[in-house]
């Protein structure tokens, strides 16, 4: 089946500095991409979607400067978390859809943790 | 209220046990809903679609009730490793975009 992979799996950076996550699409080619944040026992909420060759879409309550997505080509989007915070610690994972869009592949995720 | 709502349980029961869960969903528009496993710190995976007449597969049982608006997943003869954490998941109008359950937690004992 289609994979994602998602690197890195996990980072632990200082407060104000920025991480940069990447998600490539490795046997196929995405055109839209969703970004996921999920905290400890919650459920996965959606953060933005991203779009190869436009502007990604934002979730309502989701701050555009702060989480900075970029879709470079067919295969690979990228989420930037700039100035983190510790409150910015979570597990984020990414999705590409499927050709049916009924089915979706993840990538592993990658656990942030600010200090 | 929220999208999709389930019990975070957990559920704590002994091998060879049938466990259910319940999920329910606000949009009524909804038209395609799914079961995903998600283990501890991974990603989720895909468990089962499920489909208005009911599904199976193997010992998980999948069934929609559109007019009350809940979905319900049955496992029978409960092994130690689906021990996990099992996702409502539904998906949303036109967008494409997957909507998630809180998840409800299953811990299966010897």
């Known amino acids: 089946g289609a994979v994602v992979s998602q690197h890195p799996s996990r980072v632990i950076c200082k407060s104000g500095t920025s991480v940069k996550i990447e998600c490539r699409s490795l046997d196929f080619q995405a055109t839209t991409m969703f970004w996921y944040r999920q905290f400890p026992k919650k459920s996965l909420m959606l953060m933005a979607t991203s779009n190869e060759g436009s502007k990604a879409t934002y979730e309502q309550g989701v701050e555009k400067d702060k989480f900075l997505i970029n879709h470079a080509s067919l295969t690979l989007s990228t989420l930037t978390v700039t100035s983190a915070h510790p409150e910015d610690s979570s597990f984020y994972i990414c999705?590409?859809?499927?050709?049916?869009?009924?089915?979706?592949?993840f990538g592993q995720g990658t656990r942030l943790t600010v200090v | 209220r929220k999208e999709v709502e389930q019990d975070p349980g957990p559920f704590n029961v002994p091998e060879g046990a049938t466990v259910a869960f319940n999920c329910t969903y606000s949009?009524?528009?909804?038209?395609?809903f799914f079961w995903y496993r998600q283990d501890c710190r991974k990603e989720p995976k895909l468990l089962m679609s499920v489909y208005s007449s009911g599904n199976e597969d193997g010992r998980f049982t999948a069934q929609l009730n559109r007019a009350s608006q809940y979905i319900s997943l049955l496992i029978r003869d409960s092994k130690l490793s689906d021990s996990a954490t099992y996702l409502c998941v539904l998906l949303s109008g036109g967008y494409n975009k997957l909507i998630f359950g809180a998840g409800t937690r299953l811990a299966v004992h010897p």
């Open positions: 999705s590409a859809p499927g050709r049916l869009n009924t089915e979706a592949f």
């Open positions: 949009n009524s528009a909804s038209q395609s």
